[in-house]
């Protein structure tokens, strides 16, 4: 079978359906770039076909994008010199689709060609969209599910088929930049508004076919292809194109911070592209793309965001030999913001939700998180009230225990004090079935505590979300010492089931994702007692790649939690807890009232309404700045080592076990430098030996917290890396 098949109807259209075997969506490979181009061929030299159309046999959806290890390969396969094997394998696609473009008509008089129509079932990402793009008219069915666009800057790309430069001189560089640099995807009809595509109807096979056999010439010729052709909004060097391109530059270098090499390749492509000839600009775009690829911040991205992510969602890490346990009632103790969050995505998944809490009042104010929710959907036209009502109609808010009897999943989302959760799980398991799975929504206490609670500790997990719950994509999904398969594999299906992506991980203080981001947190607190300006601090983080600095990332969280935090860690570890004046820090920002974005007060100040003013002054007056800053690559090197030094702790000592899961979950959980493919990716980048290197100078200037772990001491001294030794084929620790 083959990706691509060609039948010609008896009005002379040929079909070209793409349908590639035992996938739910078309990607392209190689094979079928190849066969496309054939039956593309086979068409324009068929005197019976008086055009073509090309569709998908796929139900609601054209195709999802490239696939992605192809790139790998394409580079693997250029042997010494993988730019060129790129290069070629970039120009070859352009060649296809120019083909398809010209369609046979005569380079000289722009005649004699054959039209060529895109019908578009539903979906269409990255080349799903830049080889409808080549054709002559886009028809996408009327397909409200749908989404059109060219996504590929959100793994660390950009589009490379052509998309850059045709979406640019099809739109101009304005309007295209919200499709190029931000991968947006949109419905059909906002695709049509845009000029992405050209119609959107009932039947796009059918009102393509009519299309193609009623085209003219002059309906084939593209617009950069007719004489007299001018770049909407302006080329470089026209005034209006001029404070475009200037005005994008700003843009991408204050979103990027510089650190995403897509971005500004992509807009140098299409700035250089602008002021040459069509053809010329795709070698330009080619070249553009092929330096992209080369560059080991996109390969990270790709394979963490796009490979490693999809591979956990697949279900890389769930337990062997046990049948599917996806939920089909849900029991959620506790209705304050998480649990409330739970129940919402929860029921947007059509599950069954019980939602407890103490009194019909606070259960009632809990469900109410859900219809607030969708309120705002109706208000934005993102919803319908019957929407609305169909998902209020699957949770029962309730402090009637006796409900949750049938439920096969409990999340537990109460009050974080141990015996405050002992005692919910001792009354609901009188009540649940004996085979139902436990769960603790905990960020901070060890789960194999809480499970000693449980009369069934193998059927006791940590299924922890982060704030807010419909929001963000991690869950953390975590094993006591007795968590046996069958709690993992449920708590894996159920987290598929809502679409978030899980990682699992065994039981330790703070887990995964807490353990790597509170020493960030520290670390940029404790350089403001060190007498280092804030704003140093926090620049310096964004510079890197973190989404918000360490102080902005506290005032978020909540001081007093911080603070919270700290008592219970000392309290837990007594003289083994070690001592840090970012502790002395917290504590009086706490004493001070001065409780973060809650309170309208914490490092920043802010107005009346919520809105960050700026690092609050009083810092400066306690802790005085020091006459001489350290330079930018040194904070950046704290506050990075702080994170990436836990997450190796992490892996030496069986916390995590698969280095795809700490870099997914780093990324997705705390955002740790998107640009860097995760913890793991970034040491990689810059080598193992310079990593331990590195950690013994900040060791002899900074204090034992950066002491170079074992593991990677030992990965220095043989030269090694992370994904060559813990790689998905062998994610056990080896010697």
């Known amino acids: ?42 068409a324009l030299a068929d005197d019976a076909v008086k055009g073509v159309v090309i569709t998908s046999g796929k139900d609601g959806s054209f195709a999802g994008g490239m696939d992605l290890n192809l790139l790998a390969k394409m580079k693997e396969d250029a042997g010494d010199d993988p730019a060129k094997g790129l290069f070629e394998g970039t120009m070859k696609m352009h060649a296809l689709l120019r083909r398809i473009e010209r369609a046979g008509m005569d380079p000289k008089t722009l005649k004699g060609g054959k039209p060529i129509a895109s019908a578009l079932p539903g979906t269409a990402a990255g080349i799903g969209l830049e080889l409808p793009l080549a054709t002559h008219r886009i028809f996408v069915a009327d397909n409200p599910k749908a989404r059109i666009g060219l996504p590929e800057i959100q793994v660390g790309i950009f589009p490379g088929a052509g998309g850059t430069t045709r979406l640019a001189r099809k739109l101009g560089a304005m309007a295209a930049s919200p499709f190029l640099l931000e991968g947006k995807m949109v419905a059909p009809a906002a695709a049509k508004s845009a000029g992405l595509i050209d119609e959107v109807v009932a039947d796009p096979v059918a009102a393509a076919k009519e299309w193609v056999l009623n085209a003219k010439d002059a309906d084939l010729v593209k617009p950069w292809d007719a004489k007299g052709y001018k770049m909407p909004g302006g080329a470089p060097y026209h005034p209006a194109g001029f404070m475009t391109f200037v005005g994008a530059n700003a843009m991408v270098n204050g979103k990027t911070q510089g650190v995403y090499p897509a971005a500004k390749a992509l807009l140098s492509a299409v700035y250089e592209g602008a002021l ?59 209705a304050g913001l998480m649990g409330a969050g739970i129940a919402l995505v929860s029921a947007q998944a059509g599950i069954e939700v019980v939602l407890i809490d103490r009194d019909q009042a606070a259960a009632d104010r809990g469900k109410a998180y859900t219809a607030n929710f969708m309120d705002k959907g109706i208000a934005r036209k993102k919803a319908t009230p019957e929407k609305k009502e169909a998902l209020l ?17 409990i999340i537990e989302a109460v009050f974080e004090d141990p015996k405050v959760k002992a005692e919910i799980t001792a009354r609901v398991e009188a009540v649940i079935p004996e085979d139902c799975i436990f769960a603790s929504n905990t960020s901070t206490l060890p789960i194999s505590d809480l499970a000693k609670a449980s009369k069934n500790q193998e059927q006791f997990i940590g299924i922890h979300f982060f704030s807010p719950v419909e929001k963000m994509l991690l869950v953390e999904i975590i094993k006591g010492r007795e968590t046996g398969g069958r709690a993992v594999a449920k708590a894996l299906d159920y987290v598929r089931q809502i679409r978030k992506t899980p ?58 939690l911080g603070a919270k935090i700290a008592r219970a860690t000392k309290a837990a570890m007594g003289d083994a807890y070690p001592d840090s ?155």
């Not at 359906?17 to 079928?32: A, H, I, L, Y």
């Not at 109609?393 to 999943?409: M, R, S």
């Open 393 to 409: 109609n699957l949770i029962t808010a309730t402090p009637d225990l006796d409900a949750l009897q049938g439920c096969d999943l």
């Open 1 to 42: 079978m083959t990706d691509f098949t060609l039948k010609t109807d008896a009005d002379g259209v040929a079909i070209i359906t793409w349908d590639v075997p035992g996938k739910s969506m078309n990607v392209m490979s190689f094979e079928g770039l190849q066969t496309l181009g054939d039956l593309v061929d086979q």
């Open 276 to 334: 040459v000839p069509f053809d010329t600009a795709l070698k330009i775009e080619a070249r553009w793309f092929t330096s992209v690829l080369l560059n080991p911040s996109s390969g990270a991205m790709i394979r963490s965001l796009f490979l490693n992510k999809e591979a956990l969602e697949k279900g890389a890490v769930r337990p062997e030999g046990i049948p599917d346990q996806r939920v089909k009632k849900l029991g959620v103790l506790g």
């Open 503 to 560: 990682i699992v991980v065994n039981d330790a203080r703070f887990f995964y994702a807490n353990r790597c981001i509170i020493p960030y947190i520290n670390e940029g607190t404790r350089m403001v007692t060190e007498g280092v300006e804030p704003a140093l601090i926090e620049n310096a983080a964004k510079l890197v790649g973190m989404p918000l600095g360490p102080l902005q990332l506290t005032d978020e969280t909540a001081i007093d």
């Open 581 to 735: 004046p970012s502790d002395d820090l917290i504590f009086w920002l706490e004493a001070e009232g001065r409780l973060g974005r809650k309170a309208n007060a914490g490092f920043y100040s802010y107005d009346e309404k919520g809105k960050r003013q700026g690092l609050w002054e009083g810092l400066k007056q306690k802790y005085q700045t020091a006459d001489e800053q350290p330079d930018v690559t040194e904070v950046q090197h704290r506050l990075l080592f702080a994170q990436v030094l836990e997450a190796v702790r992490a892996l030496e000592e069986g916390v995590l076990e698969d280095i795809r899961e700490g870099d997914v979950g780093a990324i997705l959980g705390w955002g740790f430098a998107p640009w860097s493919g995760g913890p793991f990716s970034w040491l990689d980048i810059i080598g193992a030996p310079y990593a331990a290197e590195r950690c013994d100078q900040l060791e002899a200037k900074f204090g034992e917290r950066f002491k170079c772990p074992a593991l990677l001491r030992e990965m220095a001294d043989k030269n090694q890396t992370f994904y060559g030794r813990f790689g998905p084929k062998d994610t056990a620790a080896a010697a």
